[in-house]
Each structure stands twice: as structure tokens, then as C-alpha cells.
């Protein structure tokens, strides 16, 4: 049927309206892209051109290298090596999994340990490396690099890595670095992001730990230029980050070897202390461990065996272990009874080898008593009936006001880990502490450093240069930082009697140089360097009243932690002291048998920096004493790793 015209013009008006509704659309719409496209080209042009270079440039932070330790004169305790590793980063490997089985055909890894980068990697940012190998071959590197295009994500690097290279000499005082844990990142609320960096080594103990944030230093940047598939292709820029500060300690090193050395075999700790500045010039714990152990990776079997041996090689025993100070004690009794006046200088106490208080005897260590003591016998003796009597008199809580100002029952501030603050009871600690009344049996064994009495071998050396010097020297075991003198810590007299405190001292000069002092066979016969000391034997164990009708038993028939521990302390030269020293050995038994003669050898080692002239030994003892110096110096001759090895062979 044909249209007509007016149907015709009618269509062709709507054709039109359409057209011009589509037409407008449309340059609306190419409009709209063309300032969009102007918006974006230029003014979007910076913001677009940086995101481009992101994709196309990357920035990496450069661990800075770990501060080194030293010892006093410069010889180096820690530092860093060269370390080849290998990394993993999820975001650019696609598959890791398939990435890892390839890698092992190159640089063997255990299914174990793909499990534990695998199960890291999900803990972690998909950007973050992963540790997969480390402390690989040069060979293995370059191997590696030359595979990098079937190995996506993967990247060798070359790192720092602390290595200690007097291995066992310093375990327990510079302690051990490893890589940043969960547990690590966990205590922290801010982590500084180095520490996200693959393997990145922190402190872990010692003065490592404690200094961390002086050692670690400050990171720095890298700006790579990566293709496609994320491979580096040049380096754009780079800004080195500051390397952490270099520590020097007081301690010297041979004598902290030697101290290792003659203690070896024994579970013991010794401090050195110098009184006029505080510095501690050695402060061994044997038996030892290899510090660089724990930076490779410690084996379970090797950490069982460390944990399991009844020496306890992994405690750092002069700052964290406590013991009964036994008589060593006495002349803190022995002061605040002077101080206060209780007691005069030679007043006399008959010791008949026990004393009765209250339907109880307290027994002296010499059972058929040491007959009338004055004040320096008792130390010259060490009559415990006497301290007995006197701790009587002046109460606990004079003793304990004075064992405190001797630095006793206080935590030394050094860095080192879990430093002990000891213990000094007086009537409140016990009422708060154990809910209980002081009684005159507590102030009994108090007097003579037993009972609740607890002190470390470190304490006991401030105690000892403070007797020394009657001033309140403290222990300092850094002496500069990048070269920087720190400050020596002594607040200056104790405000002791001058005359108190040189009766103290006679005794203690006659227990090792008089006939009947309990360390005779200890002193030193050089003239000049004579030494002062006090024996101490601390019991671990209740002797029943049983035991004691039919005799005591020896300790030597005793099983090993059953028997006494044996303890000393001294300073040389009486005359004017320049050094003191403790010893604490572990179930020792007799402190005048077993510690003195090792504190003695120390001391001597310490005047004459190194090994002492045979003239100073007493000449009945000089082929023993040869003996035994040539034991050590073969002891010494070996590499720092391997000197103790095997705790049964440091005998």
C-alpha cells in the first residue's frame, strides 16, 4: 500500500529527531573523552608518571652493618662477614611452590624446610623477601643468577652476617645475634621496618640484646630499575644508611680466655673487677658455648645437649646466678655491729663449736669450737659462733642496711641479660614476702650469709672493691661508645669508720697470710702484691642432727649437686688495692680448697697481665703451679672454638 506524503514527512521528521538525538550522544560522549583524556594527560600528568615508575622502579632497604664490639684495647670480639643468601618474593614468583622445586635442583632444600618458607610466606606481605637459602656458595650465587629467568621471584643476595671470633670466651657477656621472630616483632608496637628485612639479625642476649638499638644503626635506600617479569636491570640511585655504633668493653680479652682456662671443668663463675675505675676486666662463666652456633642455626641435638647439662653452659652465672654468699658475708655483719656499736674490736666470744638459742644449737663449722674470738680471729677463722653472737646483737635489719651499701641486694646496672638483684631479707621482706614473723634463728644464719641470704659472684666483687676502697665504686663494662669515654660510676665514700673498715681489712689480710687463716695456702709470697681475702662454703643441703652424732659427711662422698659451693673473694695489693676478685664455684665443696687457689691464679694473672713469674707462688706449691700453667697455655693454644668443645674434656 502505497504512503501517503504526509505520512512520509511524518517519518521523516522522527528519523531526524533521532538522528540528531544520536549525534548529540555521541559528540557528547567524544567530548566528554577528549577532556577526560586532557584531564589525565595534563593535569594528571605527574600523578600518572609516578605510578608508571612504579611499576618500573623499585626501592629496597639496605640493612646497615652491625656496630662491632671490642675489648679494651681494640681487639675484636664481634664483626661482621660476607653472607651469600638466597630470597623469595611471593608477589613476583606467581607459583612459589613450583618456583622452590625448581630452585632445588640447583641448591638442594629439604621438604621441611620448603614447608616452613612456604608457611612464612603467608604470615608475611606478598611483597616481603622470604629467606629460602643461606650462607650459600659463590658458586651456587652465580648459578642461580644465571637461571633467574625460570626462576621468577627469585633473587640471590650478598648480606652481613655476625660472626664472634672468640667464640666461648665471650658467650655470656656479648651474648648472640639472630633472625627477628614473630615473637620478636610481637613485643614491639612500632617494628622499625629493617626488621621486615629476610633474616635480619637481632640481639638475642647479652650485650647484643641489651645494646641493640646503639648497634643496629639505620637503614638505607636502593632504587632499581626491573623489566617485566621483575628482574633487576640497573641501579638508579643509592642512599647508604649509617652503620650502628661501634662498642669498646672493659674487658681484656686474654684475660677473660685465661679466666675461661683455669676454670675449665668446673660449673663456676669470676669476676675481675679494677676499684679505682669499676671496670670489669673479666667476668668468666664456664662451662662455655659457641656463640656462632646460634647464628647458623643451632641443631636440636646440640641445643638438647646445652640444655640438659647439669653445668648449665647456657646460664650467664656471674650476673644471673645467686647464691648463699656463706662467709664471705661476715664482714658485712661484722661492720654494722662496729658501726653501730655493739661489739668492740676486742671484745671476746668463747666458741665452743655451737651456740644454744632457744632449744636450738647453731653449730660452727669446727666442731670442737675455735676457743675465745675476737672480731679479727673470727674473720682470720671464720668462727661462725662469733658472727652467731654478733648478728644477735645488731639485728637484721642494721646487717641488711648495711650489706646494701656494699652494693648487695641490688641489680648492677650493666648490659647484660637477666642481671640478678640478689637477695637481702630484713623483717619486712619476710612479713611481706613470706607472711611470716622474723625470728632469731633467721638473723643467726643471716649473720654468717646463709638462711635467705642471695648474692651474685658479680655483687660480690662491687662488695669486695668497696671494702677495698671504702668507696661506692660501681661496675661499668662499657668504656666507649664510637670512641666516646663513658662516665665512671662512683658516688664516693661509703661514710664507713675509717677505723671499722681497716680492722675488716686486717682480718681479711690475715686469712690468707697468717698460719691458721683459712686461705694460707693460697696467698702470694711477691713482695708488694700480697692479697686480702675472706673463704666462703655455702651449704645446699639440711644437715640432720642424725648426721651430725655419727660426723658430717664429706663433700667429696656427697653426689655432685649435693655438695657445698665454694666460694672467694680478694684484692691485691693489700697495700694499696688496685684489683678485686670473685669466685663461685658450683658444688665445689671447700671455699678454701677449691676457689681460693683459682681466684689467686686470676688475680696474679691480672698484675702482671699475663702469665706471672713462678717467685710468686709459695715454693712448695711451684711444681704444681708449673704444671698447671702449662695445661692452660696448651689449653689456649687452640682455636677459641674448639677449646671447650666437649665439657667432659676441660678437665
Same mark, same amino acid.
Given at each position: 500500500?502505497?504512503?501517503?506524503?504526509?505520512?512520509?514527512?511524518?517519518?521523516?521528521?522522527? @528519523?531526524?529527531? %533521532?538522528?540528531?538525538?544520536?549525534?548529540?550522544?555521541?559528540?557528547?560522549?567524544?567530548?566528554?573523552?577528549?577532556?577526560?583524556?586532557?584531564?589525565?594527560?595534563?593535569?594528571?600528568?605527574?600523578?600518572?608518571?609516578?605510578?608508571?615508575?612504579?611499576?618500573?622502579?623499585?626501592?629496597?632497604?639496605?640493612?646497615?652493618?652491625?656496630?662491632?664490639?671490642?675489648?679494651?684495647?681494640?681487639?675484636?670480639?664481634?664483626?661482621?662477614?660476607?653472607?651469600? %643468601?638466597?630470597?623469595?618474593?611471593?608477589?613476583?614468583?606467581?607459583?612459589?611452590?613450583?618456583?622452590?622445586?625448581?630452585?632445588?635442583?640447583?641448591?638442594?632444600?629439604?621438604?621441611?624446610?620448603?614447608?616452613?618458607?612456604?608457611?612464612?610466606?603467608?604470615?608475611?606481605?606478598?611483597?616481603?623477601?622470604?629467606?629460602?637459602?643461606?650462607?650459600?656458595?659463590?658458586?651456587?650465587?652465580?648459578?642461580?643468577?644465571?637461571?633467574?629467568?625460570?626462576?621468577?621471584?627469585?633473587?640471590?643476595?650478598?648480606?652481613?652476617?655476625?660472626?664472634?671470633? +672468640?667464640?666461648?670466651?665471650?658467650?655470656?657477656?656479648?651474648?648472640?645475634?639472630?633472625?627477628?621472630?614473630?615473637?620478636?616483632?610481637?613485643?614491639?608496637?612500632?617494628?622499625?621496618?629493617?626488621?621486615?628485612?629476610?633474616?635480619?639479625?637481632?640481639?638475642?642476649?647479652?650485650?647484643?640484646?641489651?645494646?641493640?638499638?646503639?648497634?643496629?644503626?639505620?637503614?638505607?635506600?636502593?632504587?632499581?630499575?626491573?623489566?617485566?617479569?621483575?628482574?633487576?636491570?640497573?641501579?638508579?640511585?643509592?642512599?647508604?644508611?649509617?652503620?650502628?655504633?661501634?662498642?669498646?668493653?672493659?674487658?681484656?680479652?686474654?684475660?677473660?680466655?685465661?679466666?675461661?682456662?683455669?676454670?675449665?671443668?668446673?660449673?663456676?663463675?669470676?669476676?675481675?673487677?679494677?676499684?679505682?675505675?669499676?671496670?670489669?676486666?673479666?667476668?668468666?662463666?664456664?662451662?662455655?658455648?659457641?656463640?656462632?652456633?646460634?647464628?647458623?642455626?643451632?641443631?636440636?641435638?646440640?641445643?638438647?645437649?646445652?640444655?640438659?647439662?647439669?653445668?648449665?653452659?647456657? $646460664?650467664?652465672?656471674?650476673?644471673?646466678?645467686?647464691?648463699?654468699?656463706?662467709?664471705?658475708?661476715?664482714?658485712?655483719? $661484722?661492720?654494722?655491729?662496729?658501726?653501730?656499736?655493739?661489739?668492740?674490736?676486742?671484745?671476746?666470744?668463747?666458741?665452743?663449736?655451737? @651456740?644454744?638459742?632457744?632449744?636450738?644449737?647453731?653449730?660452727?663449722?669446727? %666442731?670442737?669450737?675455735?676457743?675465745?674470738?675476737?672480731?679479727?680471729?673470727?674473720?682470720?677463722?671464720?668462727?661462725?659462733?662469733?658472727?652467731?653472737?654478733?648478728?644477735?646483737?645488731?639485728?637484721?635489719?642494721?646487717?641488711?642496711?648495711?650489706?646494701?651499701?656494699?652494693?648487695?641486694?641490688?641489680?648492677?646496672?650493666?648490659?647484660?641479660?637477666?642481671? $640478678?638483684?640478689?637477695?637481702?631479707?630484713?623483717?619486712?621482706?619476710?612479713?611481706?614476702?613470706?607472711?611470716?614473723?622474723?625470728?632469731?634463728?633467721?638473723?643467726?644464719?643471716?649473720?654468717?650469709?646463709?638462711?635467705?641470704?642471695?648474692?651474685?659472684?658479680?655483687?660480690?666483687?662491687?662488695?669486695?672493691?668497696?671494702?677495698?676502697?671504702?668507696?661506692?665504686?660501681?661496675? +661499668?663494662?662499657?668504656?666507649? @661508645?664510637?670512641?666516646?669515654?663513658?662516665?665512671?660510676?662512683?658516688?664516693?665514700?661509703?661514710?664507713?669508720?675509717?677505723?671499722?673498715?681497716?680492722?675488716?681489712?686486717?682480718?681479711?689480710?690475715?686469712?690468707?697470710?697468717?698460719?691458721?687463716?683459712?686461705?694460707?695456702?693460697?696467698? @702470694?709470697?711477691?713482695?708488694?702484691?700480697?692479697?686480702?681475702?675472706?673463704?666462703?662454703?655455702?651449704?645446699?643441703?639440711?644437715?640432720?642432727?642424725?648426721?651430725?652424732?655419727?660426723?658430717?659427711?664429706?663433700?667429696?662422698?656427697?653426689?655432685?649437686?649435693?655438695?657445698?659451693?665454694?666460694?672467694?673473694?680478694?684484692?691485691?695489693?693489700?697495700?694499696?688495692?688496685?684489683?678485686?676478685?670473685?669466685?663461685?664455684?658450683?658444688?665445689?665443696?671447700?671455699?678454701?680448697?677449691?676457689?681460693?687457689?683459682?681466684?689467686?691464679?686470676?688475680?696474679?694473672?691480672?698484675?702482671?697481665?699475663?702469665?706471672?713469674?713462678?717467685?710468686?707462688?709459695?715454693?712448695?706449691?711451684?711444681?704444681?703451679?708449673?704444671?698447671?700453667?702449662?695445661?692452660?697455655?696448651?689449653?689456649?693454644?687452640?682455636?677459641?672454638?674448639?677449646?671447650?668443645?666437649?665439657?667432659?674434656?676441660?678437665?
Amino acid at each position: 500500500m502505497k504512503r501517503s506524503p504526509i505520512d512520509t514527512e511524518k517519518s521523516a521528521r522522527g @528519523i531526524t529527531r %533521532r538522528g540528531l538525538f544520536l549525534g548529540g550522544l555521541q559528540v557528547s560522549f567524544a567530548a566528554l573523552l577528549v577532556g577526560r583524556m586532557r584531564f589525565m594527560q595534563v593535569d594528571q600528568t605527574e600523578e600518572y608518571r609516578t605510578l608508571a615508575e612504579e611499576n618500573r622502579i623499585k626501592f629496597q632497604l639496605i640493612p646497615p652493618a652491625r656496630g662491632m664490639i671490642h675489648d679494651r684495647n681494640g681487639k675484636l670480639i664481634a664483626g661482621n662477614e660476607q653472607n651469600y %643468601r638466597i630470597v623469595l618474593v611471593r608477589e613476583d614468583a606467581g607459583d612459589p611452590a613450583k618456583v622452590l622445586k625448581r630452585l632445588r635442583k640447583i641448591v638442594w632444600i629439604e621438604d621441611e624446610e620448603i614447608a616452613r618458607i612456604l608457611s612464612e610466606m603467608k604470615r608475611r606481605s606478598s611483597f616481603v623477601p622470604v629467606t629460602v637459602a643461606d650462607r650459600v656458595a659463590w658458586e651456587d650465587v652465580a648459578e642461580v643468577a644465571i637461571n633467574a629467568p625460570v626462576l621468577p621471584g627469585i633473587t640471590p643476595e650478598v648480606g652481613l652476617s655476625r660472626i664472634y671470633p +672468640r667464640a666461648s670466651d665471650f658467650a655470656h657477656v656479648v651474648g648472640y645475634v639472630g633472625p627477628v621472630s614473630d615473637y620478636d616483632l610481637g613485643k614491639l608496637e612500632d617494628p622499625d621496618p629493617l626488621l621486615q628485612i629476610p633474616r635480619f639479625q637481632i640481639g638475642k642476649s647479652g650485650v647484643e640484646a641489651k645494646l641493640e638499638l646503639s648497634l643496629r644503626g639505620s637503614a638505607g635506600t636502593r632504587e632499581v630499575e626491573v623489566n617485566a617479569v621483575g628482574r633487576e636491570m640497573r641501579e638508579l640511585g643509592r642512599e647508604d644508611g649509617q652503620a650502628g655504633d661501634n662498642i669498646q668493653l672493659t674487658i681484656d680479652a686474654d684475660l677473660q680466655a685465661y679466666v675461661q682456662a683455669r676454670m675449665a671443668g668446673e660449673s663456676a663463675a669470676a669476676v675481675v673487677m679494677d676499684t679505682q675505675t669499676g671496670d670489669i676486666l673479666a667476668i668468666g662463666s664456664t662451662p662455655s658455648f659457641d656463640p656462632n652456633k646460634f647464628v647458623r642455626g643451632i641443631s636440636g641435638p646440640d641445643y638438647k645437649a646445652l640444655l640438659d647439662d647439669p653445668y648449665r653452659p647456657l $646460664a650467664a652465672k656471674p650476673a644471673q646466678g645467686t647464691y648463699p654468699p656463706g662467709s664471705t658475708f661476715k664482714m658485712m655483719t $661484722a661492720l654494722a655491729a662496729l658501726e653501730e656499736g655493739v661489739i668492740g674490736v676486742d671484745e671476746i666470744v668463747k666458741c665452743i663449736g655451737y @651456740i644454744e638459742v632457744r632449744n636450738r644449737r647453731f653449730h660452727c663449722w669446727k %666442731r670442737a669450737g675455735h676457743g675465745k674470738v675476737d672480731l679479727v680471729k673470727g674473720l682470720r677463722e671464720s668462727c661462725d659462733v662469733y658472727y652467731y653472737e654478733i648478728a644477735q646483737r645488731v639485728g637484721i635489719d642494721k646487717i641488711a642496711a648495711m650489706a646494701r651499701r656494699f652494693g648487695l641486694g641490688e641489680q648492677p646496672d650493666l648490659p647484660l641479660s637477666a642481671v $640478678a638483684d640478689g637477695l637481702i631479707p630484713d623483717k619486712a621482706w619476710k612479713r611481706e614476702a613470706r607472711g611470716a614473723e622474723w625470728v632469731i634463728g633467721d638473723s643467726l644464719n643471716a649473720g654468717i650469709g646463709q638462711g635467705f641470704v642471695l648474692t651474685s659472684p658479680l655483687q660480690l666483687a662491687v662488695m669486695t672493691a668497696r671494702v677495698a676502697t671504702g668507696q661506692a665504686i660501681s661496675a +661499668r663494662l662499657v668504656r666507649a @661508645i664510637n670512641g666516646v669515654e663513658q662516665p665512671i660510676l662512683n658516688d664516693g665514700p661509703l661514710g664507713i669508720g675509717q677505723a671499722n673498715l681497716e680492722i675488716v681489712r686486717q682480718g681479711m689480710y690475715e686469712v690468707v697470710n697468717a698460719k691458721r687463716g683459712t686461705a694460707g695456702r693460697s696467698r @702470694i709470697v711477691a713482695e708488694g702484691l700480697r692479697m686480702s681475702g675472706k673463704t666462703g662454703t655455702s651449704q645446699v643441703r639440711n644437715i640432720t642432727k642424725a648426721e651430725r652424732a655419727r660426723g658430717v659427711t664429706r663433700n667429696e662422698d656427697l653426689p655432685w649437686n649435693r655438695r657445698d659451693h665454694a666460694l672467694f673473694v680478694c684484692y691485691a695489693p693489700a697495700e694499696a688495692p688496685r684489683y678485686a676478685v670473685s669466685v663461685v664455684v658450683e658444688h665445689g665443696g671447700g671455699g678454701s680448697t677449691v676457689a681460693a687457689p683459682i681466684a689467686r691464679d686470676i688475680l696474679l694473672q691480672t698484675i702482671y697481665e699475663g702469665e706471672p713469674p713462678i717467685e710468686a707462688y709459695p715454693s712448695s706449691q711451684r711444681g704444681t703451679i708449673r704444671s698447671r700453667q702449662r695445661e692452660i697455655e696448651e689449653l689456649l693454644s687452640r682455636p677459641p672454638a674448639e677449646r671447650f668443645a666437649d665439657r667432659n674434656d676441660q678437665a
